[in-house]
């Protein structure tokens, strides 16, 4: 009985470990997306982001500039993408893992929840 306790205990002290490894206020994976360049399009991928902090694209950053287009959020948030700068403008959430938009879809800034 006192084994079954202690493996329990030590169960319980792994979990609690690896949960405080995770860092704080950010989301895990990769948020990836297309921009264009004078020498065609290039993708971009951001890895382990910010929570709740608005990321501006600094390819599509400036009204000068395109936006991006083609998101793909394979991070463990839900992330929400911005026409506009400083996460401003319209806006279209991306599921985690899995969400994604298309060429039509322009961003220049995303937020993680």
Request: one cysteine or more; proline letters at 10%; glycine letters at 12%.
């Amino acid at each position: 009985m006192r084994l079954r306790t202690c493996a329990a205990t030590g169960l319980g002290a792994v979990a609690l470990a690896l949960t405080l490894a995770t860092p704080a206020g950010a989301t895990t994976g990769d948020f990836a997306y297309t921009y264009g360049t004078p020498d065609g399009p290039r993708q971009q991928v951001l890895h382990d982001l910010p929570s709740r902090q608005c990321v501006t694209l600094p390819q599509a950053a400036s009204p000068g500039t395109p936006p991006a287009h083609s998101p793909r959020n394979r991070t463990g948030s839900t992330a929400v993408a911005f026409t506009g700068p400083d996460c401003t403008g319209e806006h279209f959430s991306m599921r985690p893992g899995t969400g994604y938009g298309s060429e039509r879809l322009k961003l220049r800034s995303v937020l993680f929840s």
